[in-house]
């Protein structure tokens, strides 16, 4: 699958999760959100397959990833949230 392509599925797939899954839930925090506040992060296509990180302008701590398994023909969405952030400082 193209790049182009992929990203249009992505953003598709993150939107419907979130009118589906998380906007129920709590109405003020995703009323009116759209694809265009859906943003690809990281995209990576290798030999069929696609990978990219998907993230949103709502501040939730949510980000996604989706994955294209080209031999299989399925794609994946796994939903992640942030639980901490650490500062780790090297040597």
Do not use: R
């Not at 009118?19 to 943003?39: A, G, S």
């Amino acid at each position: 699958m193209g790049n182009e392509k992929f990203e249009i599925l992505c953003k598709t797939l993150v939107l419907d999760y979130i009118n589906k899954k998380l906007k129920p839930h709590n109405m003020f925090k995703y009323h009116n959100i759209t694809i265009d506040d859906i943003y690809v992060v990281w995209l990576c296509k290798t030999l069929q397959n696609n990978k990219a990180l998907v993230s949103t302008t709502i501040e939730d701590d949510m980000y996604y990833e989706v994955t294209y398994n080209g031999d299989k023909n399925e794609t994946y969405l796994d939903a992640y949230k942030k639980i901490e952030n650490i500062l780790c400082e090297g040597e």
